[in-house]
């Protein structure tokens, strides 16, 4: 019975804090709901040019072949007074983008922009040096970043910079868009996950006060601001996610525009998407790990926000616990029918399928701002939310990995996630030369644990003696559906 004990001890402790999280989902929801529309504040008038503020755009870059063009030509068309504009092409590359992007350049800067690449000798610190050492000669009181892939429209800065005039403010971040949303089903789950930070969790934290996240690109921030928090560093896979927190706890302000989109390309590979959710998610263990003592010990800051600062750090554990629960419900589903006594524990257990109503009902709310009301675009959600949890618990094991790592403190080199320039199926990746050629041994284990969950599956029938017990039926088969995907979706992009 030890062995029994121990694996409800630790099933029901992974569902207590998914419970948790999904509470402040839940609290995030209501804070979403009755946030103030309008972003009505003091602003700079950018009709009168003594109040243009100087602007640097940075764009870190590195082997960007594919968009590097469509980058450089969109950012050339910002509407801004090009005698308050400098662009800064932080060009780390090591393979022939480096030659065509200085080439490029030159036919910009005779137009008379301001535009300069600037490429390091030695690439340290990765992007957040690369951020760093432009910061050192950039002209502008505000920076603005953008990644290779992210398309800004032309009035972008007209729309940002004018809330820089209220001196606490420190960033301004805007909503991503998808230019690709709907090029596959990958695209679409990646879509579907980025619009509930994007309006959920932004919304919900900012419109409190609560601590958010510069999402490393398609924002601004005051120079002073990165100065004042202790600059750029490259110690976190997730520099954008540390440099936010240390500027938050020095009382800097962030703004969050939900009503100013940023269109930007997805990874339609799953590798690319694998690489960039390993990053993103071993980043926010290492900055779990990095930040919470300054966060709970912070005395300028209400304990309500330090509650949401913690679970917004311990985003990406969320994962851990997931497969925790996973893996732990096929024992779960024995134990429940062979020991009499422990059945009124599972009745009290039966409670917390509550979190994913919760999550349910976030989710419904983002999706029917995008696409609209109405009982065909709710029965569309169904579907979506259906195969975006399916999907998200396919990832499981390799976010848990990555998590993991943050939390033990392996360190790793920031892999870039590939760039593509697609937009439609007609366009193909499969002769990009940056996808990544070799297999991970993770993706075994993913085609194990599909096994596995279809071994689940095929217990429902044969477990108790009254004829099998269905009520994990549908969770394992999400878990089955969802490693299966991305299982053979890993095994079919390498050929």
């Known amino acids: 019975m030890y062995i029994e004990t121990g ?10 804090l998914i419970f948790m999280y999904a509470l402040a989902q839940l609290n995030l929801l209501f804070n979403y709901l009755s946030a103030k529309k309008n972003t009505s504040c003091k602003t700079f008038d950018l009709s009168n040019p003594e109040e243009v503020p100087y602007v640097t755009i940075q764009l870190p870059v590195y082997n960007e072949m594919y968009v590097m063009e469509r980058l450089l030509d969109n950012i050339a068309k910002i509407d801004y007074p090009h005698n308050k504009l400098e662009i800064q092409v932080l060009d780390d590359s090591t393979d022939e983008t480096l030659e065509t992007t200085r080439l490029h350049i030159e036919k910009l800067q005779a137009t008379g922009l301001d535009i300069k690449q600037i490429t390091r000798e030695i690439r340290t610190g990765f992007k957040a040096g690369a951020l760093k050492e432009g910061l050192v000669t950039a002209k502008g009181e505000f920076i603005a970043i953008f990644d290779s892939d992210f398309l800004p429209k032309k009035d972008w800065l007209k729309r940002t910079v004018p809330y820089f005039k209220n001196k606490d403010i420190g960033v301004v971040q805007t909503r991503w868009g998808h230019i690709n949303r709907n090029y596959s089903l990958l695209t679409k789950v990646q879509a579907f996950a980025l619009d509930a930070h994007f309006t959920l969790e932004q919304v919900g934290r900012n419109s409190k006060g609560h601590f958010i996240n510069f ?12 100065i004042d928090a202790g600059n750029w560093e490259g110690d976190t896979l997730t520099e954008d996610l540390d440099l936010s927190y240390r500027a938050q706890l020095n009382n800097w302000k962030f703004k969050y525009l939900e ?45 309500k926000t330090k509650i949401h600062g913690m679970l917004h750090l311990l985003n990406s554990t969320m994962f851990l616990n997931i497969l925790i629960v996973a893996i732990l419900s096929i024992p779960m589903l024995y134990i429940k029918n062979e020991y009499e006594h422990l059945k009124v524990y599972f009745f ?21 701002n995008i696409y609209g009301k109405g009982f065909k675009n709710f ?5 979506m939310f259906f195969v975006f949890f399916s999907i998200a618990m396919g990832f499981s094991l390799h976010n848990s990995i990555a998590v993991l790592e ?10 870039r996630t590939p760039k593509f320039n697609i937009k439609n199926l007609k366009d193909s990746w499969k002769n990009n030369k940056y996808v990544k050629k070799s297999l991970s041994i993770n993706v075994l284990f993913e085609g194990l644990l599909m096994i596995y969950f279809a071994f689940g599956m095929y217990s429902a029938f044969i477990v108790g003696d009254q004829g099998g017990d269905f009520g994990l039926f549908p969770f394992h088969l999400m878990l089955f559906l969802g490693f299966g995907y991305v299982f053979f979706k890993s095994l079919s992009s390498k050929v």
């Open 7 to 16: 694996v409800i001890i630790i099933y029901t402790i992974a569902l207590i």
């Open 215 to 226: 999402n490393g690109t398609a924002g601004i921030w005051r120079k002073e601001c990165i």
């Open 259 to 303: 009503d100013v989109e940023t269109p930007a390309e997805l990874p339609v590979v799953i590798s690319a998407a694998r690489s960039q959710q390993f990053r993103w998610n071993k980043g926010g263990a290492e900055n779990f790990k990095k930040m919470i003592r300054r966060v709970l010990k912070n005395d300028n800051i209400s304990g």
């Open 348 to 368: 009290v257990m039966s409670f917390f399928v509550i979190s994913t109503l919760i999550f349910f009902i976030c989710y419904w709310v983002m999706y029917k």
């Open 379 to 383: 029965i569309r959600y169904i579907g």
């Open 406 to 415: 943050g939390h033990w403190g392996k360190k790793s080199d920031f892999i």
